[in-house]
Structure formats: C-alpha cells, structure tokens
C-alpha cells in the first residue's frame, strides 16, 4: 500500500528521526539496533494511540519539530518536558489528540530532560530497512532516507481517528532529573580493574561531557584506571561502560558500534538507559552495583507497572 498524504514537515528541528522499536539481528552484519533511547515513553506513545508498542514514530531529540497534518487523525507526544502546541494553542503531553488536515503542531526546545516521541494513530507508514524503520544517521539506513527528518519531507500515514482521546494519569509519568543513579551489572572483566578502582567508580560523581548523542555518552569525573590497555574486538551490549585510555566512562546506546576492543567494567540495566539518554551536557550520574538477579526483578517490575497501568478517557 502507498500512501502519499500524511504530515509535511516545516521545521526539521535538530534531530528528529523516525524510530520503531529497534533493528535485530543484524550484528552479524555490522548494523546496530538504532530505536528509541527512552524505550518506554515510545511505548507510551503507541499505546496512547492504540497502537501496537512496536509501531513507528518519531523521535524529537531537543526539540524544534513542526509539522503540517495533511488528514484527519490521532496523535500523541510523551518524554521529555517540551512545549507543545496545536496551532498555536498549548497542549499537555501524555495524552492523545484529534488532529485535522491543516492543522499545525509544533514541538519547541526541552526545558527539562531531551528526547520527545510523537506517534500517530496506525503509525507512520515507511518502508522496513533490513527488517526495521529504525534511523541510525551513521549507517545510513532506516528512516525516509537513512537520515534525520527535513524540511518538506512527508510523512506518509493514514487517515485514522481513534473513537476517544486517551491520558496517562500524572502519578504514572517519569519525571526526569538532572542527577540520575544507573544501575549497573559488573563485566566479566571486572577483574581488570582494582577493588579499589571498582570502588572508586561506584562512589564518584561523574558528569556528562558535551561529547554524547545517540551511540554512547562521555562522562567525566575520576579516572578509573585496568590493569589492561585493550581486549580483542567483541560484542558490545546494550549499556556497556566502556574505559577507555584516558580513565573516563562511555555508556554505550542504541547506536552504538557492533565491536569494540575497550575493557568493559559493567553494563547499565536496560530499565536505566532512558534516565541516561534524558540527560544533557553537565547532567550528574552515578552508578550502583546490582546482581544479574536484582537487574532481572528491576526489569520485571518495570514492566509489571507499565502492563498494569491504565489509560484514562478524556475529552
């Protein structure tokens, strides 16, 4: 099916891209998994316009976005503190909106944490890239054109409004902060590093750098030093903290490289890397040690409360 009609873009903003849940089974290949950074407020997203959670949208990273609806649909935008209009007229995040042709929205710049995800009722209709919509701008691939979004683009989508606008109660949104703790999984190198430098990462502060986006983020703060200058080449989780050289920790992301040579000292829990991917530059983090067993409940719990939740009717 082509679909020609759906929202033209007017401002690009600084990076939006189209996301769906992520590209799997690629490593193989050397194409990382790209999607969402805060996987939940996605899903938010989607379930807001009663869609499936893997349905594709987009990812406003800063902010900046506007865009002309050339039908009549449904939409929702949920993450990060963004102001938000419909021709003009501000409106709340966390809830769906009916939305006509020739109608304006617009997305202005984050006033408290990043990364924003506008989803659209059924989806944007893009073709799948190696199984998935997902952009990862290095690679070049996903998306409309391998790229982020830019002006007068269109943004195929159908005509679909949904019978009720639904809301997220408020008690149920994540609230983003500039000093987030990440719970960490210790590497099976962790015995390249010291008792006293594991100490040592678990009890610092570290700073983001100005040195972070979509593949990974630099912090500073204390040197932690291995007893090993590099490794062969291996896989790279979801999360991974890498130490380079220099002593300085890189959270890896969704885009990041499929093999790296740098000793891991942990890997931040999934359930974790949305606080992460909200901060900017000179947001605080601190890491804590959790078990295998301990990272599994988090995620359990994670996901039994977002199951569990539900959506409210509303005008």
């Not at 990862?136 to 691939?141: D, L, T």
């Not at 979509?214 to 030093?225: Q, S, V």
Request: glycine fraction near 10%; include cysteine; hydrophobic fraction near 40%.
């Amino acid at each position: 099916m082509t679909i020609s009609t759906g929202f033209l873009v007017k401002q690009a903003g600084m990076l939006s891209l189209i996301q769906d849940a992520g590209r799997f089974g690629c490593f193989n290949i050397g194409l990382t998994n790209g999607g969402p950074i805060d996987l939940r407020s996605f899903q938010w997203a989607n379930r807001l316009c009663e869609n499936p959670l893997n349905t594709t949208a987009i990812e406003v990273n800063l902010g900046g976005l506007a865009l002309i609806a050339q039908l009549d649909t449904t939409i929702a935008v949920t993450g990060a503190e963004m102001p938000f209009t419909i021709n003009g007229l501000s409106k709340e995040l966390w809830r769906s909106y009916q939305v006509m042709a020739g109608d304006v929205i617009e997305l202005g710049f984050s006033t408290q944490g990043l990364r924003c995800y506008l989803a659209v009722a059924d989806g944007f209709v893009v073709a799948e890239t190696f199984g998935s919509t997902a952009t990862v701008c290095r690679e070049g691939v996903g998306g409309l054109n391998g790229g982020k979004l830019q002006v007068n683009d269109i943004l195929p989508c159908a005509s679909l409004k949904r019978a009720h606008n639904l809301i997220l109660p408020s008690i149920l949104r994540p609230s983003y902060s500039n000093n987030v703790t990440l719970h960490t999984v210790p590497s099976y190198q962790q015995q390249s590093f010291s008792s006293h430098q594991q100490r040592l990462f678990y009890s610092s502060e570290y700073t983001v750098s100005k040195s972070f986006d979509r593949m990974g983020y630099r912090l500073e703060g204390h040197k932690i030093a291995c007893d090993i200058d590099g490794i062969l080449s291996e896989g790279i989780c979801h999360g991974a903290v890498q130490i380079p050289a220099d002593g300085q920790p890189i959270v890896l992301l969704n885009d990041r490289q499929t093999i790296g040579g740098y000793p891991k000292i942990g890997a931040v829990i999934s359930t974790d890397i949305a606080k992460l991917g909200q901060l900017n530059q000179g947001g605080k983090v601190h890491f804590e040690p959790v078990s295998m067993e301990q990272a599994h409940n988090y995620f359990h719990l994670d996901l039994s409360c977002f199951n569990r939740a539900a959506l409210v009717h509303c005008d």
